[in-house]
T-cell receptor
């Protein structure tokens, strides 16, 4: 596609429920990144994919968080048993090579009530 | 852990004024990128600086990479209300390793 597409744009969920966030990167971009942005905070790295594999999962805050990428394209970030501290904007970005800048999606704003 | 410190955190100025935003680290980066983010949107890349001492200009914006590749600055001349937004610096390591982002400078330009 022309840009990075994320869905849903907004998600309100009850504490304890599971949520899935989707990212559709730019076609041909091999690297895909998930970040989280909380109010007043910078971008916190979560996980990145090179193709379908995830060389670096070090940013995932707990084992409630997982992600996968299929076909070298779409990625899904899953948060199980959501907690209020999971409330944030989840941003996905992709790029073609390590030398280029990121193209970000508009994010998913997750609110856990 | 590589950290990027940005200053100031908040900046409110009148239209037409000049300003400088700083991005500092104790770590060396292979390159440094600047992004601008508006409410409800993802960050958008403004520039990448690669060589120590490099200066790049983008209209009224001037970006500089420190000689030691540990710090950078963004200077805006004659700021306009359209410059309002969150400015983020991000440091790159090697290959596809994730960018490290600063917390950002929130700029408000008042007409």
């Amino acid at each position: 596609g022309a840009g990075v597409s994320q869905s849903p744009s907004n998600k309100v969920t009850e504490k304890g429920k599971d949520v899935e966030l989707r990212c559709d990167p730019i076609s041909g971009h091999t690297a895909l990144y998930w970040y989280r942005q909380s109010l007043g905070q910078g971008l916190e790295f979560l996980i990145y994919f090179q193709g379908n594999s995830a060389p670096d999962k070090s940013g995932l805050p707990s084992d409630r968080f997982s992600a996968e990428r299929t076909g070298g394209s779409v990625s899904t970030l899953t948060i199980q048993r959501t907690q209020q501290e999971d409330s944030a904007v989840y941003l996905c970005a992709s790029r073609w090579t390590g030398l280029g800048g990121y193209t970000f999606g508009s994010g998913t704003r997750l609110t856990v009530v | 852990t590589q950290l990027l410190e940005q200053s100031p955190q908040f900046l409110s100025i009148q239209e037409g004024e000049n300003l400088t935003v700083y991005c500092n680290s104790s770590s060396v980066f292979s390159s440094l990128q600047w992004y601008r983010q508006e409410p409800g949107e993802g960050p958008v890349l403004l520039v990448t600086v690669v060589t120590g001492g490099e200066v790049k200009k983008l209209k009224r914006l001037t970006f500089q990479f420190g000689d030691a590749r540990k710090d950078s600055s963004l200077h805006i001349t004659a700021a306009q209300p359209g410059d309002t937004g969150l400015y983020l610096c991000a440091g790159a390591g090697s290959g596809n390793t994730p960018l490290v982002f600063g917390k950002g400078t929130r700029l408000s330009v008042i007409a």
